[in-house]
Structures are given as C-alpha cells and as structure tokens.
C-alpha cells in the first residue's frame, strides 16, 4: 500500500474560521511534509516532519500550525487565513528525510477562504 | 530557486518514445535526480530518481549524461494517461529538499 490519504477533499473557511486539514500514511515513513500550490503553479515546501518532529518549517506564517502526533498522521491547522491561502495543500511522506528516497504524495485539499 | 531547467512544453503521439530533457549545469556531487509528474488535479507521483547510473523501472527510464549536468527521462511508449507536468528536481546535498520548477507540460495526442 502506497497511499497517503487526506481529508477532506475540500474546505471552504471563513477568516475568522478555525480548521483542520488530515493527512495519513500506513507505509512506516518517518518523514512527513505539507506542500502548498496556488493554481498552475509548481507545490512549494511548508513544512517537513522527521522522526515525528518538525525539522523543516520554510517561514510560513504563524496562521498555519503544524502537528504530528505519531508516525503515520500529520494534521495542519488553520487559523485566521486571508483569502491569499487559498490553495492545493499536499501532503507527502518518505521513508526518511534523505534523497535517496522518494517521496509519495496525497492528492490534496483543495482549500478556499472566504 | 529551482537549479534545473526544462522545456515548457512538449507534445507527442500516442504510442511513440518520449524525452524529455533536463538540465542541471550547478547539480553537486551528492544530488539525486528525481522526476515526478502531476496529472490534472491529483498530487504530484513519483516517476524515477537516480544518482550517476541510468536507471529503468516500470514508469520510465532515467538516463543521467556522464558530466551528471543533464538527465533525460524515457517514456517508452506514451499513452494518453501520461499527459501531465513533469517535474525535474535536484535533491540533495545542495538543496536540501524537493523544490519543484516550472516543469515541462506534455501533451499527448491520439
């Protein structure tokens, strides 16, 4: 089993809306990361998770809070977006965070803030 | 930034070989190379990755030039199903995590 799962599907918020976005992979990997992509542009790295600990996080604003409660789960919560954060938020994962390995992708939630 | 450059676009037929190139002129000598691509609303795949040897499995083939400044990823045999943006990614050393390009667009026609 490849597959890494996220819910929901799709979310509609307010800005003044507190949500959570789920990710999960059975796989055993140990390195787990949230993407964002605005339209027809290429993912960009948020954060990324190892060993169950945030090891990457790329300047992203504080509206967006990461959590990784154990090897196979990966939550983002949302708090207070802007319209701008409205995107595709992928997450992924690999065995390790190193290169030698690939990472296998969830299809996304596509988020829109109102 | 993105240290690797690729076409925009690229067509081809059903059915016949695919390259697509990638060049990677500043790549250091502990960077992967690794290929995935995103179809139409789905999250990106993982195609192929490679260091300094060419490599095949059951998606593509990745032929890496000898200087490592260049890759070209096969598709054997396209088939409509393999009309997505492909992504050339340097990972490694350098650069420390995937950062995605523009890709190259390929489009597949019957």
Redesign the interface.
């Given at each position: 089993d490849t597959e890494v799962t996220q819910t929901p599907k799709h979310l509609v918020m307010g800005m003044t809306n507190k949500k959570s976005l789920k990710c999960e992979q059975h796989m055993g990997h140990r390195a787990m990361y949230w993407y964002k992509q605005k339209a027809k542009k290429p993912p960009e790295l948020m954060f990324v998770y190892s060993y169950e600990k945030l090891s990457i996080n790329e300047s992203v604003p504080s509206r967006f809070s990461p959590e990784c409660p154990n090897s196979s789960l990966l939550n983002l919560h949302l708090h207070a977006l802007q319209p701008e954060d409205s995107a595709l938020y992928l997450c992924a994962s690999s065995q390790t965070g190193v290169p030698l390995y690939e990472q296998y992708f969830g299809p996304g939630t596509r988020l829109t803030v109102t | 930034d993105?240290k690797t450059t690729q076409p925009n676009s690229m067509e081809s037929n059903e059915e016949e070989p695919v390259h697509l190139p990638c060049n990677h002129s500043t790549i250091s000598g502990?960077?992967?190379i690794?290929w995935?691509r995103q179809l139409p609303s789905?999250?990106?795949?993982?195609v192929i990755?490679g260091l300094t040897s060419n490599v095949n499995n059951r998606m593509a083939s990745l032929a890496i030039a000898e200087d490592r400044k260049s890759s070209t990823l096969i598709l054997h045999r396209a088939t409509l199903r393999d009309a997505a943006v492909y992504?050339c990614i340097n990972?490694?050393g350098s650069q420390?995590?995937?950062?995605?390009?523009?890709?190259t667009k390929l489009s597949v026609k019957p």
């Open positions: - | 993105a502990t960077d992967y690794h995935y789905q999250g990106p795949e993982y990755h992504y990972y490694g420390g995590n995937l950062i995605f390009g523009k890709g």
